[in-house]
């Protein structure tokens, strides 16, 4: 069963205008919430995240919002740019729990494509 | 500040081999995390390291293993190998181990082709 789970495998979206990638879990333990953005051929870069004591955390062009009742949190890119182009991955993890950050849980991801 | 580096970049073995990868982490960074990235699993996690002690274990048989060596470094092994084996191997870094928000930082992956 997918602990995290990203409905949609691809999205795109025009230049300019803001880009939306969903995200929802399962498991209500977890406590601490990452993006991350691939490139073909190299290692998921880190982009933003959220702690579950939060609702919001924005970073530039990037915010996150998290609806903890609905399980669910999205990232919002304004304005998306061509260089977005890429999968980005939600992850989770427990972290209150004497439990270690490194068992993050991923999704499976959503190829992001923006067009000029 | 070098980032997390991985060798070799690139693997071609044949079923029944053995592999060995190779993970340096940040400088100063003294938790690692492997992870198996393939098109129908996505990406799962491995195992965590920290002070040369296997924290954390993912749901992966026991061909599967690895070390953590005094100066943070990591090697995971994999014995055996089958078809299904075939991924993008990902080590993570991260400052500490335990209950914080610090954030793991990936290297670019060893690919490894199982023939």
């Known amino acids: 069963d997918q602990q995290v789970k990203q409905n949609s495998p691809s999205l795109r979206v025009q230049e300019g205008r803001i880009s939306i990638l969903n995200c929802d879990y399962t498991?209500?333990?977890?406590?601490?919430f990452l993006w991350y953005k691939k490139y073909p051929a190299e290692g998921p870069t880190f982009l933003i995240s959220?702690?579950?004591?939060?609702d919001k955390n924005e970073d530039g062009r990037f915010t996150v919002f998290l609806n903890k009742s609905a399980k669910h949190l999205s990232l919002h890119i304004v304005p998306s740019q061509p260089g977005d182009s890429a999968v980005y991955f939600c992850?989770?993890?427990?972290?209150?729990?004497?439990?270690?950050?490194?068992?993050?849980?991923f999704g499976k991801g959503t190829k992001l494509s923006v067009k000029p | 500040k070098a980032g997390v580096t991985q060798t070799p970049r690139y693997l071609i073995k044949t079923r029944g081999q053995q592999v060995t990868l190779s993970c340096s982490p940040i400088?100063?960074?003294?938790?690692v995390s492997w992870y198996q990235q393939t098109p129908g699993q996505g990406l799962q996690f491995l195992f965590e390291?920290?002070?040369?002690?296997?924290?954390n274990k993912g749901n992966f048989p026991g061909r599967f293993s690895g070390r953590q060596f005094s100066n943070s470094r990591s090697e995971m092994n994999v014995s055996t190998l089958e078809l299904g084996d075939s991924a993008l191997y990902l080590c993570?870094?991260?400052?500490?181990?335990?209950?914080?928000?610090?954030?793991?930082?990936f290297g670019p992956g060893t690919r490894l082709t199982v023939l």
């Open positions: 993570a870094s991260s400052l500490v181990y335990g209950p914080s928000t610090d954030t793991q930082y």
């Open positions: 498991n209500s333990m977890f406590d601490y």
């Open positions: 959220i702690s579950s004591i939060k």
């Open positions: 992850a989770a993890s427990v972290r209150n729990y004497g439990g270690s950050q490194g068992n993050l849980i």
């Open positions: 400088s100063g960074h003294r938790s």
């Open positions: 390291y920290f002070s040369e002690t296997q924290r």
